[in-house]
């Protein structure tokens, strides 16, 4: 049985959808108004992985991650760049779709945006001042009642009167309460708005969120994610919002990945410690993000470093050494290695699903795959066949799809330098014939640096990038 980590509980539960065989998700996708960082990609990639598993598991998933392509942040930014909101939120809508094929991430079912769900924002608003939660200021902008929601703050484990006390918020002339929080914006001078029933304006960063999840996957859904610093306000006012608007019960399952950490800091624009999606892809391969983030637990901070994305790599070519053919000339593997190999592949199945399904553990399902791959390649060094190898390598490639990992060969120089890679491979071997292992050790050290492996295991000499 499948068991996930509840934000709402703060507990592992067992998983049950409100349909069988059915899993309605959505993930909160970014607010585009700058270039994406690779803390954007984490998030991302964790529930990509999340979605990946559940329909190896046999579940239909019906997966939503929004755009946010109208908020403060824009519009900041357009006015700085003296450009349009909506033309600059197009151009990083465009980028980020691009980053997402680069990282293989499977496409949403629906990517809905703010602006093309304002029919629906507003009639969410207008339920929520005829039940009295929400109430419309004298300037124009439309406030939830946080004191009218017994249950805020269940959430996120904090109460009305301990968010009051430490809170800079001071109380506005329009707010009853320094914490209610703003469904609707009136218009300024020069802004995107939208004609409503309480004047021109547009809607705040929440009720967009709820809007769009009410509008595509209904009044409950299974699992809602995102990173761990929405949990607080974002979360926490899409599900006082959105209980209050329907009288039931939200998201089964909260899910939140932790942040992304660079030199024991969160990764972040304001901050200015970020490195960017385009930035990481020109210097690393798509899977060692995904590898460094398989490595940890998707709820717990994530170090960057170049020694981690570097010992990434390292992973990620252990796992594509076992993919290679078989040794030239192979004869066949002993009766003892094939015996293991049956039953190493069967283990490793049994223990993938086994780690997976306590809360997503990825770690302990990589860590399943690397045994795989160690006995595939002592039993490539014991002589196996590509017939003998076949099934566990297919098996090692499915599973590692799960994980939404590729496996392919690095980008590498043309084949007129395999033919002189394998010449001076050739001339090595002989040299180790002759005993020059001064010789043959520089030749391999110098291959090395050219990222050309070379590997030597009973007589025979092998050699890949």
Known sequence: MLRVYNTLSRKKEEFQTLEPGLVRMYVCGPTVYSDAHIGHAMSAIVFDIARRYLEYRGYKVRFVMNFTDVDDKIINRANKLGTDPQSLAESYISAFRKHLEDLNIMPATVNPRATQTMDKIQSMIQGLIDKEFAYPARNGDVYFRVTRDPGYGKLSGR??????????????????????FALWKAAKPGEPAWDSPW???????????????????????????????????????????????????????????????????KMSKSIGNMVTIDEFLSHH???????????????????????????????????????????????????????????????????????????????????????????????????????????????LQKLSGVFGLRLTEKKRPGSEADKFISLLVEIRSEMRKQGNWVMSDLIRDRLKELEVVVEDSKGITTWHW
């Open 285 to 395: 391969e798509a899977d060692a993000l995904r590898l460094m983030i398989l490595n940890g637990s998707y709820r717990a901070p994530l170090s960057y470093s170049d020694d981690i994305v570097d010992a990434a790599e390292r992973g990620l070519d252990r796992l594509r050494s076992a993919l290679k053919p078989a040794t030239l000339g192979a004869s066949g593997a002993s009766s003892e290695i094939k015996a293991a190999l049956d039953k190493q592949m069967e283990a490793t199945q049994q223990f993938f699903v086994e780690a997976m399904d306590d809360d997503f553990n990825s770690s302990g399902g990589l860590a399943a795959l690397f045994e795989l791959v160690r006995v595939i390649n002592t039993s490539r060094d014991d002589g196996a066949t590509d017939a003998e190898l076949k099934t566990a390598q297919d098996i």
């Open 199 to 265: 004047g021109k304006g547009r809607p705040g960063w929440h009720i967009e969120c709820s809007a769009m999840n009410l509008e595509i996957l209904g009044e409950q859904i299974d699992i809602h994610g995102g990173g761990n610093d929405l949990v607080f306000p974002h979360h926490e006012n899409e599900v006082a919002q959105t209980e209050s608007y329907t009288g039931k019960s939200f998201a089964r399952y909260w899910m939140h990945n932790g942040m992304l950490q660079l030199q024991g800091e």
């Open 159 to 180: 109460k009305i009167e301990d968010m009051q006390a430490g809170s800079r918020i001071e109380i506005e002339d329009e707010k009853e309460h320094p914490m209610d």
